[in-house]
């Protein structure tokens, strides 16, 4: 998953040091800002090798910029972007611990980004940590980053950990944070912002899925899918495209590896009950017989369609009795529920932790 910086908190990251650098002219500081606009806008395209050369243009035409380290921070999400993400983190690491204390817009969104990075990395431990850290900045992030999307990616890292009351209590975090941020902003909110968050809610990388981590990435995945779905839903142009391209990516994934267990029967008919199960999960929330579809959910629904019977085939093909999921069991069941619009998540413990050193 690729996640873009808007560019408005870029410059206004930046103008926190404006006192503390020297004086530019008013066209000194619109040629600057023309500059990281269309860095950034190569980065919002995709085009992530163009704007590594771009936001490096600009570093090295201006080195003492006050948009310096929103520069770098686009330069982090590019190499995120490219798969590059070791140097995304490297970076981010050192733009964080050098704007903390006269830049902490930057460098909350620096902590926050780098939880992307851990979660592809493979490091669970570092993620909440990082989410954590940003949470504790949350007075300079936008929102609804810091209200809904932090605690919704913790959930993802409690879900895969099989920690289901701290997921469930940072999911309802996550549900109360849209809801406040809708209420404060009110009509200020733009057309878009609502499918974007959801995007970022929903992310999750499958950089690190294997045959060791199925089980839990899948866990994970059932608990935060929800929040692509509702963003197809919504038909934007550009977000809801990139929720239909993350859901297609996590499936085709999900799918190759049921595949790979060819010599291990009893595995890929494990995997295949989980995937069923995710699958299954998913279908809940597509729209009822008589519901018009728009063309992000009608590809998705036809591709997961054809994922759903590529699995059946090659776990009952080998005429093995299949151990599935309780929830498999459930939903194939005879006298199975109805089908529901939104599943109800359970009310969250009282108090969600801030810190867990025990993950």
């Known amino acids: 998953m690729k996640y873009i910086l808007p560019m ?86 050192d733009i964080s611990v050098k704007t903390r204390v006269y830049q902490p817009e930057i460098a909350a969104l620096a902590l ?26 949350g007075q300079y992030l ?23 009351r701290e997921a469930i209590a940072y999911l309802n975090e996550a549900e109360r944070g849209i809801e406040k941020v809708q209420a404060e902003k009110g009509t200020e909110l733009p057309q878009d912002w609502l499918v974007k968050t959801y995007v970022q809610m929903g992310g999750v990388s499958t950089n690190q899925l294997s045959a060791g981590s199925f089980a839990a990435f899948v866990r994970g995945q059932k608990l935060v899918q929800v929040y692509l779905l509702r963003a197809l839903r919504l038909g934007d142009g550009v977000w809801s495209k990139r929720a239909l391209t993350t859901l297609l990516e996590t499936y085709r994934d999900l799918y190759t590896q049921v595949e790979a267990q060819r010599e291990a029967r009893h595995l890929q008919s494990s995997f295949g009950a989980e995937l069923l199960g995710l699958i299954e999960r998913a279908e809940l929330y597509k729209p009822l017989s008589g519901q018009n579809m728009n063309s992000y959910e009608t590809e998705f629904f036809a591709y ?51 810190e867990d050193p025990n993950l």
Not at 18 to 38: D, K, M, S
Not at 63 to 84: I, T
Not at 145 to 160: N, Q
């Open 8 to 93: 408005a908190v870029i410059l206004l990251s930046g103008c926190s040091l404006f006192q503390r650098q020297p004086e530019n002219t008013g066209q000194e500081q619109a040629q600057e800002r023309a500059q990281l606009v269309n860095a950034e806008k190569a980065l919002a395209a995709g085009s992530f090798d163009q704007s590594v050369i771009l936001f490096k243009e600009f570093q090295g035409l201006h080195p003492q910029s006050q948009y310096l380290q929103a520069s770098r921070l686009g330069e982090a999400q590019s190499f995120a972007g490219q798969g590059k993400w070791q140097e995304a983190l490297d970076l981010y690491r």
């Open 112 to 137: 926050y980004r780098m939880s992307f990075a851990y979660e592809a990395l493979g490091d669970d431990l570092k993620t909440v940590a990082s989410l954590l850290d940003a949470k504790t900045l």
């Open 142 to 164: 936008p929102l609804e980053t810091a209200l809904a999307e932090i605690p919704a990616r913790l959930a993802i890292v409690y879900g895969r950990q099989d920690r289901e």
């Open 304 to 354: 997961l369609l054809e994922v759903r019977k590529k699995t059946e085939l090659l776990i009952y093909n080998a005429g093995e009795t299949m151990g599935l999921t309780e929830e498999s069991q459930r939903l194939h069941s005879l006298k199975r529920a109805g089908r529901v619009k939104e599943i109800t998540i359970p009310l969250p413990p009282k108090v969600v932790p801030s």
